[in-house]
């Protein structure tokens, strides 16, 4: 699938991101009808016989729409994590292929083998970077996209401005470039063109939508922070990522953890990763630029709106330097 194939039915040029707990069908659905990529991550469901029926539940109604409306929804992805510690990377993989899932982000490893078979019936492969050398292994691996995970982005994020580490990716790659860190409303999508990026990928934002699995009150401490109140830390799954500090506090972690580079002990009450997101709630910096939670269709059309204003007060101001 060409660059021109995989963005024609998209109405913004924006991925919503997989997040780990939060995204689901229903999220995947809503952006793909709305015109935006939607994707969610394999392991949100508990088994790879769960994780096909979510596959073929969106595909089911996507088709159904597509037919009822006349129109082409925009492609869907799933998230694989490539890493040894994934039992059920190659079921899930398995899975992607059978139903020829169009997109497949993977994270923490990139591997030819993955990208040789999704490229086998004709879908594209993202992977997620956060320096160079990472950039480097996936674009060996022969993936088709970039995602860029720059400073301020929710969950496992980089430290990168976009600026330089753009400039630097576009030296060594011509495939899809996406930018993430921060991003939360429709003049920030267009940034991120201006930028250089082929596509906008945003996760926090789509929390705070009434089709995400988050629950009140974790959308409302969203609402409720500005970017001090985003910290970035290793403690909590030994990768350094971006979470809610008031979610950090109420779970007990002190500032001598959070510090630490050693994963916190969760002990009996969060005895595992996925337990402890349940209650340490990752987002990152773009929660200053969110007031409200909505549906996915109403927030569409703001951006929409808001990426159309951009990009035509940019032209004006540029006019003054042409």
Same mark, same amino acid.
């Given at each position: #699938?060409?660059?021109?194939?995989?963005?024609?039915?998209?109405?913004?040029?924006?991925?919503?991101?997989? #997040?780990?707990?939060?995204?689901?069908?229903?999220?995947?659905?809503?952006?793909?009808?709305?015109?935006?990529?939607?994707?969610?991550?394999?392991?949100?469901?508990?088994?790879?016989?769960?994780?096909?029926?979510? %596959?073929?539940?969106?595909?089911?109604?996507?088709?159904?729409?597509?037919?009822?409306?006349?129109?082409?929804?925009?492609?869907?992805?799933?998230?694989?994590? %490539?890493?040894?510690?994934?039992?059920?990377?190659?079921?899930?993989?398995?899975?992607?292929?059978?139903?020829?899932?169009?997109?497949?982000?993977?994270?923490?490893?990139?591997?030819?083998?993955?990208?040789?078979?999704?490229?086998?019936?004709?879908?594209?492969?993202?992977?997620? %970077?956060?320096?160079?050398?990472?950039?480097?292994?996936?674009?060996?691996?022969?993936?088709?996209?970039?995602?860029?995970?720059?400073?301020?982005?929710?969950?496992?994020? $980089?430290?990168?401005?976009?600026?330089?580490?753009?400039?630097?990716?576009?030296?060594?790659?011509?495939?899809?470039?996406?930018?993430?860190?921060?991003?939360?409303?429709?003049?920030?999508?267009?940034?991120?063109?201006?930028?250089?990026?082929?596509?906008?990928?945003? $996760?926090?934002?789509?929390?705070?939508?009434?089709?995400?699995?988050?629950?009140?009150?974790?959308?409302? #401490?969203?609402?409720?922070?500005?970017?001090?109140?985003?910290?970035?830390?290793?403690?909590?799954?030994?990768?350094?990522?971006?979470?809610?500090?008031?979610?950090?506090?109420?779970?007990?972690?002190?500032?001598?953890?959070?510090?630490?580079?050693?994963?916190?002990?969760?002990?009996?009450?969060?005895?595992?990763?996925?337990?402890?997101?349940?209650?340490?709630?990752?987002? $990152?910096?773009?929660?200053?630029?969110?007031?409200?939670?909505?549906?996915?269709?109403?927030?569409?059309?703001?951006?929409?709106?808001?990426?159309?204003?951009?990009?035509?007060?940019?032209?004006?101001?540029?006019?003054?330097?042409?």
């Amino acid at each position: #699938m060409d660059k021109n194939q995989f963005t024609k039915n998209l109405s913004l040029p924006l991925v919503a991101a997989p #997040m780990f707990l939060i995204s689901g069908p229903e999220l995947v659905i809503e952006a793909c009808k709305n015109g935006i990529v939607g994707t969610f991550p394999a392991l949100n469901q508990r088994t790879t016989e769960g994780f096909e029926q979510w %596959v073929i539940q969106i595909k089911t109604e996507l088709e159904a729409w597509e037919k009822q409306t006349g129109k082409k929804a925009a492609p869907f992805g799933v998230n694989l994590i %490539v890493h040894f510690t994934n039992p059920r990377v190659e079921p899930d993989l398995q899975v992607c292929v059978k139903h020829q899932v169009p997109l497949i982000i993977t994270s923490l490893g990139a591997i030819s083998l993955v990208v040789d078979a999704v490229h086998s019936y004709g879908g594209l492969v993202f992977h997620d %970077v956060i320096k160079r050398r990472h950039a480097e292994k996936a674009i060996e691996a022969g993936v088709d996209g970039l995602i860029l995970v720059c400073a301020g982005a929710g969950g496992h994020a $980089g430290t990168l401005h976009p600026v330089p580490f753009i400039n630097e990716i576009k030296k060594i790659f011509n495939g899809y470039i996406l930018l993430s860190g921060g991003l939360s409303t429709g003049q920030d999508i267009a940034s991120a063109m201006q930028m250089g990026a082929d596509l906008a990928y945003m $996760g926090t934002r789509f929390i705070n939508t009434t089709e995400s699995n988050a629950n009140k009150e974790y959308k409302d #401490m969203i609402i409720d922070s500005q970017t001090k109140d985003v910290t970035y830390t290793a403690a909590i799954s030994g990768v350094s990522a971006n979470f809610l500090s008031k979610s950090l506090e109420k779970a007990g972690i002190t500032q001598e953890q959070i510090q630490s580079k050693a994963k916190v002990d969760f002990g009996k009450e969060l005895d595992t990763e996925a337990k402890a997101w349940k209650t340490i709630w990752s987002a $990152g910096q773009g929660v200053t630029s969110i007031e409200d939670s909505l549906p996915v269709k109403q927030l569409l059309e703001r951006m929409k709106t808001e990426f159309k204003d951009a990009i035509s007060y940019q032209q004006d101001k540029a006019k003054k330097y042409l």
